[in-house]
């Protein structure tokens, strides 16, 4: 079965450090891949989306992530974080002719200390 | 408002009892996703409408849980006799099958507990 895996369940950063999460999918053809981004109390917001094309994506708050076919990775990336990045992060992916249902990783918990 | 709307966002109830939940996509969006999601997992997939056809159902969907979309725009999804297991937050999402980009826009959730 298709599958996401998210390697890191909990991260802990000091504001301006560097983040990356990593985020690895089983093979299934050709594919469609997402980070979702809940805050507190709030609901799941795409954070960034690769469909085709440039494999380095840039999406929302200065967050971007790498395509990478031949290690089936999607990493997430910010050079500075802040604290208002506190959040849980989602690394999903559809296949495609799968009827688009959203395969979700577990989430990795963010917390930025201030 | 024009994004996805979940109604109530908050239900608690009693083992046993029967509880529906409603989904209003965003208005244009031909499919419509529902999504179960317990603490410490992501999201995962229940469901989901093209128009009013369900066409596909996980195998976490057992035969006390039914979901509908008779007009092809509003959804339920309705639990019968509730289990303490199936405490969690129910998730809908709508896309458009002719935007080309398949993006899913996620409500914010209806938060179930079974006492």
């Known amino acids: 079965a298709q599958s996401v895996s998210q390697h890191n369940h909990h991260v802990i950063l000091s504001e301006a450090a560097s983040l990356e999460l990593g985020c690895n999918y089983s093979?299934?053809?050709?594919?469609?891949l997402f980070w979702y981004v809940q805050y507190p109390g709030q609901h799941l917001q795409l954070l960034l989306k690769?469909?085709?094309?440039?494999?380095l994506v840039k999406g929302i708050k200065g967050f971007e992530a790498e395509f990478i076919k031949s290690k089936f990775s999607f990493n997430l990336r910010k050079p500075s974080v802040q604290w208002s990045d506190t959040a849980e992060y989602f690394c999903?992916?559809?296949?495609?002719?799968?009827?688009?249902?959203?395969?979700f990783g577990k989430g990795t918990r963010l917390h930025i200390l201030p | 408002d024009t994004g996805v709307s979940q109604d109530p966002r908050h239900k608690i109830t009693k083992r046993g009892q029967n509880v529906t939940f409603r989904c209003d996509p965003i208005?244009?969006?031909?499919?419509l996703y529902w999504y179960r999601q317990t603490l410490g997992q992501g999201p995962e997939f229940l469901t989901y409408?093209?128009?009013?056809?369900?066409?596909?159902k996980s195998r976490l969907l057992s035969d006390r849980f039914s979901a509908e979309r008779p007009k092809g725009s509003f959804s339920t999804l309705e639990i019968q006799r509730t289990e303490q297991g199936d405490s969690a937050m129910y998730l809908c999402?709508?896309?458009?099958?002719?935007?080309?980009?398949?993006?899913?826009?996620f409500g914010p959730g209806t938060r179930l507990t079974v006492l």
């Open positions: 208005s244009e969006h031909n499919r």
């Open positions: 093979y299934g053809g050709t594919v469609n």
């Open positions: 999402a709508s896309s458009s099958s002719t935007s080309g980009s398949n993006e899913q826009f």
């Open positions: 690769y469909f085709s094309g440039d494999p």
């Open positions: 999903a992916v559809t296949y495609m002719n799968r009827d688009d249902k959203i395969i």
């Open positions: 409408f093209q128009n009013e056809a369900q066409l596909e």
